[in-house]
């Protein structure tokens, strides 16, 4: 084969990978936005439904804050030291990408609970 044609090979290649990677992540991007548009959602009912003094009781209040994904377990202020081990793997690659999110938006979104229910009590 001739080596003439071997730039216009690189280059397709390399524009079809680009745009596939723009496609995945348009994708998730997409997939994102919906779901934190539906945790949104729940958790704005909830709130009405508190402003305008509606009695909730704990499980149905419980059942919204599970079902918009926030923890109802207290989650710990501190990282300590009985913390699953860390394996090699995770050491030379790092975490997977659905890890970080979860780990990262399970305090975010309890923290945001809490701020929120610090709000309504203080309201009423």
């Known amino acids: 084969m001739s080596l003439r044609f071997m730039p216009h090979i690189v280059y397709s290649l390399a524009l079809t990978s680009f745009s596939m990677h723009l496609l995945y992540e348009r994708r998730a991007t997409e997939e994102d936005r919906a779901h934190y548009s539906g945790k949104i959602s729940i958790l704005e009912t909830l709130v009405q439904n508190l402003e305008h003094g509606r009695k909730m009781d704990s499980q149905e209040v419980e059942r919204l804050r599970k079902l918009a994904g926030i923890s109802t377990s207290p989650v710990p202020k501190e ?40 709000e309504v009590r203080s309201s009423n």
Do not use: F, M, P
């Open 79 to 118: 990282v300590g030291r009985n913390q699953s081990e860390i394996g090699w793997k995770e050491v030379l690659l790092g975490k997977s990408h659905s890890e970080q999110t979860l780990n990262g938006s399970a305090s975010r979104d309890q923290g945001d609970w809490d701020k929120l229910e610090a």
